[in-house]
Structures are given as structure tokens and as C-alpha cells.
């Protein structure tokens, strides 16, 4: 044994020294490096002394110079040292809670962080590199966490890879990071890395956590034997390692979805994470524990950057509590464990705060005459005191009153009895949704950024708050509008210490997202007002460029057809490069209760429409296989008032059709965190679409 732990103190001072001198790289003559993102040595060899550190880099191993800003200028800290304040803060206070037999188990602070050097000093055991990875692929849970901790705090970097992804997609992933160690859930997503081990040359070990091995292999182990492995590695061995590490390195890779191209891996370092899970959080009005230990729930993918900055970094930053979800969550678990939890703060993508709304309108849609007058009149009362320009309340018997008749019962069926924060972010928010939640007392709270810049960048808040807005930047960033048109729409571009170190190995992509002064390209269109809110308007890759050359908009268009329409649950709009515009629609229709699939039933919302304007049609195939006269008119008429309200004839709609079935992931028109796939969705409804355009 002490042949191996001086192999190991050998290879970490090498690592190390690594670290530090940043070492000539060989390059090939395809793989030419920017002046931008030299090494150190071959800097200091071309100036004769240390140069200044790149705002940019590409490589794992290297550093970046911090974005510090002299208003919110905090002491740049790892994440080791950022977790161990917290325990020196809340190390008694409950961390984390999960249903074990049903019952739920807690862990503190002061275990969490035992746990996270146990997994640390096993990874080190199992070879772990300085800068590889430890990918995760597995739904939200204390081992989630533990092994992310315990990753960073070996000298590893955290990778997480969707449970949705194919062995194929896992296996680029895997590849590129230089994945030593996988840790899996259970043994569907333990069958895709067995698939693929034999062409990952870098791959030293998987672990399973949640599921019992059916069969032994060489290098697989469940947790348990997992957390023990490292027990005669020296606490000093891992402290070398620890206090080796620099705020301005790498010790998170997100991978982007992928669907305008082959993923990215996001470089964030411990300054990116640490100094978000502050600020970002704070600027959301999240509180520290010891004014008001906050609960949240842990259900959306943590290997997308909105769920892994909001449950699990600002987690340990404020001492929050997270209660984590059933697998099922999305399939209709979520609101059980939210009533058990009583979270005081919940965030949900788009799509999750849409499907909340559709069920509690097909529940008020099979409700007696009297219950839907009295939820009717107490939305709308509530609707127009939060729509009011002062915010005050004229009549506050009556708010009052709707709040305990109605809105009170509602939250408490959803579990947000305690919730005083509900967040939106990781695509836009229909502007039916915003209304629907805020005529409930629910003001969806608007955050905006990308895996580029930690998460959020702008955010809302109680005391930020202005309709349709995404918020103001986070204290101590910026944000800025470049190319603007004659409207004040312009890019969004972004500066701050939020923003990512650069793409891993993809210089030519990490040139293409910083500018030559820095600044972050975020590919998204938007509008700032007078006094610094800013409105996300669209997506450059999104604008649809018409034969004629007009720049249309999409998404604005999409939610009013969805506005004027409540039996639409998706509109995709068509006509980049073709001479007029036209449309996919699909119908609202309920979901598999076991696989969270459309199934072809009407919603009772979709039935209640077709009902009232004389349609007995209950199911999808009914209305789309006889083209059902009464629904299809009334979709012409919907999208003839769309076409009404538009600034110009290029932007009508001429042509639309209503597809068999509704998007899902499953189906491939959604991504990991529901958001709308146009590429794929072009290329699977290629035949629909021709038809509009044929002569």
C-alpha cells in the first residue's frame, strides 16, 4: 500500500506542476491555437514573462482571467471553500431529503460534506485524473450530488449526461470529456455504458447507484463498495489536492442539446459557479439560512445548468433544504412530493408551468356551474389588481376574499401553500401562461441566461418585476444589445463573472460566442427599456428569413395562434427562405400516465372548445382523419384574427395543418428540458411541410 500512495503523491505533484506551467501542448496542423488561448509556457517563451491570463480557453487544464467588477467585486473562492463555510454556517441544518420505503431520510450539512470527501478520496482511488471527468447519468438524488462534490473536490470536473441521451450521445460525451469514472442510476442507463466501455479509452470504473448489480464485472461497483474504496487514501493526499485548486479553473462541463449541431461542452470554473450560486440566487430574493432555511424541490435534469445551479450550487451556498422528486416527477408525482416538502421557492421550465396550468383547467373545465363562476370571478379579480399599473388594491375585501375562497386551495393542492417564489426560465413563457398564474396570485418570476453563463444572468424577482420581462442583469454583469434595429431589438450579449471559460477542444465555436473584447454573443434577440429591463424578442437562428428577405419573428406569432386558440397546445411556425408563411399545429391531448406520452384523447379543456362550437369529436384522430369541419373553420377563423393583429401582410399565415400527435420528447420534438426542436421538427414533418409550398 505505501508503494501505490507514493505513486499517487508522484502523480499529483505531476499534475500539479501541470496545473501551474501550463506545458507546450503538441499540436497537430488542423488543431492551431488562437493567441487568445495560449498556455502560459508558450506565452512566457514568446514575451520572456508571464503573461496575462485570456479571458478564453479551450482547454480543460488551462485558466482565464475573472470578469471582476468593482461593484460586486466578492473574493473570488472554490467551490471547496464555498461548501465549507457552509458547514461552518449550517453544518446542524437538514441538506437534502429523500423517500427511502417511503419515508423520507435526511442528511445535513456536516454529513453531506463527509459523504462528498469519502466520494472524493474514492475517486482518487479509482485513478481519477486532474481535470477528467466523472460523468453522472441518473435522475436527481444524494448521489447525484455526492459524486458531483466529491468529483470536484478530487480535481475531477462534473459532467452530467441526459438519462434520455442514447448510448450513442452518451458515448460522445463520455469521449469528450475524458470521462475516467461514470457513475449510473440504475441498470437501463448501466446497459447503454456497458454498450459503448470498450470505446472509451478513458473509462477506469462505473458506478451504480439505486439498483443491485445483476452480474459482476471487472471495475463496476455499486455505491456502497464505491464510498469505501478510497478509506486508506490520506486525508493530506486529498488537502494537497484541494488547496492546489484556483478559482479560475474548470470544474464543470454542461454539454448544450445539440440541436444545431454536435454538443458543446460549456467550461465553467469554481469563480463561475461559486460567484452565480451567490449573486444570481440573491438577486431572486433566495434567502440565507439564517434569516430562512428555503425549500426546494429537485426534479429538472441536473446535466442542464437551470437545475444544477438552482438546486444543487446555491444549495450549498445559502444552506437550503432540497427535497428530491420521484423519477416519475413529470409523469404526476411532482405535486405529491411538492404537498410533502412544502417548498418555499420552485422553478419550472415553460412547459412544466403549462401542463400545471392545462390540468387545473381541465379540473375547473369538469367542475359544477357554481365552482367555475367562483373560480371565474376570483381570477379575474386578481387579474386586474396585479395588471394595474400602481400594484395597489382598491377593493381589498374582495382580493382578500377570492384569495380565501379560491386561490388559497388551489396552492395548497399544488403544494405552494409556503411558496413565495416561482420561477420560469430555460426558454420564453406565452404570455396566456403569465396571465393564468398571476390572475392565481402566481407571479412567474422570469430568469434568463444559457449554459454559457452559469445559468441566469438577468433575473426576476419580488422586487425586480415587470411583466414579460426576463429582469434586470445580476448585479455586478452587464448586458448590452448590439445590431439594433429600427424596433431597439438588437443581440443580447453578455460580460460578467457568470460567463463560461469557452467551449471544451471547440476553438473556432468559442470564437464564434466571445467577441474580440469579451463579450458573450448569446444568439438571442431582445429589447431593453428605459430603465434597464430586459425583453427576450426571439432567436437569431430561429428568425425566419422569407424568399422576399423579411425577418420574421417566430415566436410571438406562435403564442398568439395559441392565445386565440385553447384547444392548440403547439404552433410551429414555417417559412425560412419560402414565399409565404404557414403552420403545424398540434391539438391538447392527455398524457400516458405511465410513459408521459400524448395519447390520442382529447383534454377536457380541447373537448369543452369543440363542444361549444359543435363538435363531438373526444379524440385527436376523430378531428384530423375527417378534417372536422366545425373545429378546422374554427381554427381558420382563430388564425384569420392572428393574421388581423399583424404589422405587415408578410407575416400571415396562409397555410397550417394539424398533425396526428402531439410533441414530446419521446417523439423527438422536444429536447431534455422540453424545449421546442425546430431543426428536428423540420426535418420529421419534412412531407407536411412540402406540401404547403407545392405549385
Known amino acids: 500500500m505505501a508503494g501505490?500512495?507514493?505513486?499517487?503523491?508522484?502523480?499529483?505533484?505531476?499534475?500539479?506542476?501541470?496545473?501551474?506551467?501550463?506545458?507546450?501542448?503538441?499540436?497537430?496542423?488542423?488543431q492551431k491555437i488562437s493567441k487568445e488561448s495560449l498556455t502560459y509556457s508558450e506565452k512566457i517563451q514568446d514575451k520572456g514573462k508571464e503573461p496575462p491570463e485570456p479571458l478564453w480557453t479551450t482547454f480543460a487544464d488551462s485558466v482565464v482571467k475573472l470578469r471582476i467588477d468593482h461593484s460586486?467585486?466578492?473574493?473570488?473562492?472554490?467551490?471547496?471553500?464555498?461548501?465549507?463555510?457552509?458547514?461552518?454556517?449550517?453544518?446542524?441544518?437538514?441538506?437534502?431529503?429523500?423517500?427511502?420505503n417511503g419515508k423520507w431520510e435526511k442528511i445535513t450539512f456536516a454529513e453531506y460534506y463527509n459523504l462528498s470527501w469519502k466520494a472524493a478520496k474514492s475517486f482518487l482511488k479509482l485513478g481519477l485524473e486532474r481535470f477528467h471527468s466523472v460523468a453522472i447519468l441518473g435522475f436527481n438524488s444524494p448521489e447525484w450530488f455526492v459524486s458531483a462534490v466529491g468529483a470536484i473536490f478530487a480535481g475531477g470536473i462534473v459532467t452530467g449526461i441526459y438519462t434520455t441521451n442514447s448510448p450513442e450521445a452518451c458515448h460522445y460525451i463520455a469521449y469528450d470529456c475524458k470521462a475516467n469514472i461514470i457513475v449510473v442510476e440504475n441498470q437501463k442507463q448501466l446497459d447503454k455504458i456497458m454498450q459503448i466501455w470498450s470505446r472509451l479509452p478513458y473509462l477506469k470504473a462505473v458506478v451504480l447507484y439505486n439498483d443491485s448489480l445483476s452480474e459482476r464485472h471487472p471495475n463496476l461497483y455499486t455505491m456502497?463498495?464505491?464510498?469505501?474504496?478510497?478509506?486508506?487514501?490520506?486525508?493530506?493526499?486529498l488537502n494537497d489536492i484541494i488547496s492546489s485548486q484556483k478559482p479560475n479553473q474548470c470544474c464543470v462541463l454542461v454539454y448544450t442539446s445539440g440541436t444545431t449541431g454536435k454538443p458543446k461542452g460549456a467550461m465553467l470554473s469554481h469563480d463561475n459557479i461559486t460567484w452565480t450560486a451567490a449573486h444570481a440566487s440573491r438577486a431572486g430574493d433566495m434567502q440565507p439560512a439564517?434569516?430562512?432555511?428555503?425549500?426546494?424541490?429537485?426534479?429538472?435534469?441536473?446535466?442542464?445548468?437551470?437545475?444544477?445551479?438552482?438546486?444543487?450550487?446555491?444549495?450549498?451556498?445559502?444552506?437550503?433544504?432540497?427535497?428530491?422528486?420521484?423519477?416519475?416527477?413529470?409523469?404526476?408525482?411532482?405535486?405529491?412530493?411538492?404537498?410533502?416538502?412544502q417548498p418555499t421557492s420552485h422553478m419550472g421550465v415553460p412547459r412544466v408551468w403549462e401542463k400545471i396550468m392545462e390540468k387545473l383547467k381541465d379540473t375547473s373545465a369538469q367542475s359544477g356551474f357554481m365552482k367555475k363562476k367562483v373560480l371565474s370571478w376570483a381570477m379575474s379579480?386578481?387579474?386586474?389588481?396585479?395588471?394595474?399599473?400602481?400594484?395597489?388594491?382598491?377593493?381589498?375585501?374582495?382580493?382578500?376574499?377570492?384569495?380565501?375562497?379560491?386561490?388559497?386551495?388551489?396552492?395548497?393542492?399544488?403544494?405552494?401553500?409556503?411558496?413565495?417564489?416561482?420561477?420560469?426560465?430555460?426558454?420564453?413563457?406565452?404570455?396566456?401562461?403569465?396571465?393564468?398564474?398571476?390572475?392565481?396570485?402566481i407571479p412567474l418570476y422570469q430568469a434568463y441566461g444559457m449554459s454559457e453563463t452559469t445559468g441566469p444572468h438577468c433575473m426576476s424577482g419580488p422586487y425586480v418585476y415587470r411583466r414579460h420581462s426576463c429582469g434586470k442583469a445580476v448585479p455586478g454583469c452587464k448586458v448590452k444589445l448590439v445590431n439594433e434595429d429600427a424596433d431597439g431589438n438588437g443581440e443580447i450579449c453578455f460580460w460578467g463573472r457568470t460567463v463560461f471559460m469557452g467551449y471544451l477542444n471547440m476553438e473556432d465555436k468559442t470564437k464564434e460566442a466571445i467577441d474580440d473584447d469579451g463579450w458573450l454573443h448569446s444568439g438571442d434577440l431582445g429589447r431593453l427599456d428605459k430603465d434597464g429591463f430586459l425583453y427576450v424578442t426571439g432567436r437569431i437562428k430561429e428568425l425566419i428569413i422569407t424568399a422576399g428577405g423579411e425577418n420574421v419573428p417566430p415566436i410571438p406569432i406562435e403564442d398568439e395562434v395559441k392565445k386565440e386558440l385553447p384547444i392548440v397546445s403547439n404552433a410551429m411556425l414555417i417559412g425560412d427562405q419560402k414565399?409565404?408563411?404557414?403552420?403545424?399545429?398540434?391539438?391538447?391531448?392527455?398524457?400516458?400516465?405511465?410513459?408521459?406520452?400524448p395519447t390520442d384523447n382529447l383534454t377536457e379543456q380541447a373537448r369543452e372548445f369543440c363542444q361549444k362550437i359543435g363538435s363531438k369529436a373526444t379524440k385527436v384522430s376523430e378531428i384530423v382523419a375527417t378534417r372536422d369541419q366545425?373545429?378546422?373553420?374554427?381554427?381558420?377563423?382563430?388564425?384569420?384574427?392572428?393574421?388581423?393583429?399583424?404589422?405587415?401582410?408578410?407575416?400571415?399565415?396562409?397555410?397550417?395543418?394539424?398533425?396526428e400527435r402531439d410533441f414530446s420528447i419521446s417523439g423527438g420534438e422536444f429536447g431534455p428540458t422540453m424545449k421546442l426542436k425546430r431543426l428536428a421538427v423540420l426535418e420529421k414533418y419534412k412531407d407536411e411541410i412540402d406540401s404547403f409550398y407545392k405549385e
Not at 80 to 97: C, I, R, S, W
Not at 402 to 427: E, M, N, T, W
Open 4 to 30: 501505490s500512495e507514493e505513486t499517487l503523491k508522484k502523480k499529483l505533484q505531476d499534475e500539479n506542476e501541470m496545473a501551474e506551467s501550463h506545458e507546450t501542448r503538441t499540436l497537430t496542423d488542423k
Open 72 to 100: 460586486c467585486s466578492q473574493t473570488p473562492i472554490t467551490v471547496h471553500q464555498m461548501f465549507k463555510e457552509t458547514v461552518d454556517k449550517y453544518g446542524p441544518l437538514n441538506a437534502m431529503a429523500s423517500k427511502k
Open 224 to 237: 456502497e463498495e464505491f464510498m469505501e474504496l478510497g478509506n486508506e487514501i490520506p486525508d493530506a493526499t
Open 290 to 341: 439564517e434569516i430562512q432555511q428555503e425549500i426546494i424541490v429537485s426534479y429538472l435534469p441536473l446535466s442542464h445548468i437551470a437545475a444544477q445551479i438552482y438546486d444543487l450550487w446555491t444549495g450549498i451556498k445559502w444552506g437550503e433544504q432540497v427535497y428530491f422528486a420521484e423519477p416519475d416527477a413529470l409523469k404526476g408525482s411532482l405535486v405529491n412530493t411538492l404537498k410533502e416538502a
Open 381 to 441: 379579480i386578481s387579474l386586474e389588481r396585479n395588471l394595474s399599473c400602481s400594484g395597489s388594491d382598491l377593493k381589498p375585501f374582495r382580493t382578500r376574499l377570492a384569495d380565501y375562497l379560491v386561490h388559497a386551495k388551489i396552492r395548497s393542492a399544488l403544494g405552494f401553500s409556503h411558496c413565495q417564489k416561482h420561477f420560469s426560465g430555460a426558454a420564453p413563457v406565452t404570455t396566456e401562461t403569465l396571465d393564468f398564474f398571476l390572475s392565481l396570485n
Open 579 to 597: 414565399k409565404f408563411l404557414s403552420m403545424l399545429l398540434t391539438l391538447k391531448s392527455a398524457l400516458d400516465p405511465d410513459t408521459s406520452d
Open 630 to 659: 366545425a373545429v378546422y373553420q374554427a381554427i381558420q377563423e382563430g388564425i384569420d384574427r392572428v393574421n388581423m393583429k399583424s404589422t405587415a401582410s408578410v407575416q400571415h399565415i396562409q397555410k397550417w395543418t394539424v398533425l
